[in-house]
């Protein structure tokens, strides 16, 4: 009796992991002719490096570019994502991209980017930049995403790093 007890619990569990992996965030493809580029930073500021990934993919979901990116400094982690957003964009201009939609997992700073507001900070400095990209681009969106949906990026910001 003891035995089934425990498989009936293990069943039971097993039945509640797969039901939370089922609510978790994907990543969404977008739609037909647009182009999404999902960005992420990774630091280790003890050895002053910063990491970045950017994974642009089509409609269909297939990998258009994909790079890991590492650069010194000793920033902190919203700018190092400004920068991460930056970089997405880029690659949408070295792409000759009409339609982007930029994914991040950094509230603070998507929602930054959407805001049209002045800041004469370093970050707001950073975020003027990602915009002024954004904006020779004939369609763009910009969206946060949980880092469920950002994994890729995430990966290869970590990737950076080693």
């Known amino acids: 009796m003891a035995m089934q007890d425990y498989e009936n619990a293990n ?7 797969m ?3 089922e609510q978790l965030p994907r990543w969404g493809k977008p739609a037909r002719g ?10 280790n500021k003890k050895e002053g490096k910063m ?6 993919r089509d409609h269909e979901g297939r990998v258009i570019v994909a790079k890991s990116i590492v650069r010194l400094g000793k920033w ?3 700018a190092a994502e400004a920068l991460a957003a930056y970089f997405g964009v880029i690659s949408g201009h070295e792409q000759g991209v009409q339609q982007l939609i930029l994914e ?9 980017i959407k805001d049209e507001g002045q800041n004469l900070s370093l970050l707001g400095q950073l975020i003027k930049d990602v915009r002024f990209g ?20 995430h990966r290869l910001a970590k990737l950076a790093l080693t």
């Open 76 to 78: 902190d982690s919203a």
């Open 19 to 21: 039901e939370r992996r």
């Open 104 to 112: 991040g997992d950094a509230k603070q700073i998507t929602e930054a």
């Open 134 to 153: 954004l904006n020779a681009i004939p369609m763009w969106n910009v969206e946060h995403v949980h880092r469920e949906a950002n994994k890729a990026a």
């Open 51 to 56: 990491g970045f990934g950017l994974v642009m």
């Open 34 to 43: 647009w182009m999404k580029v999902n960005v992420d930073s990774a630091l």
């Open 11 to 17: 069943a039971v569990e097993d039945k509640k992991i």
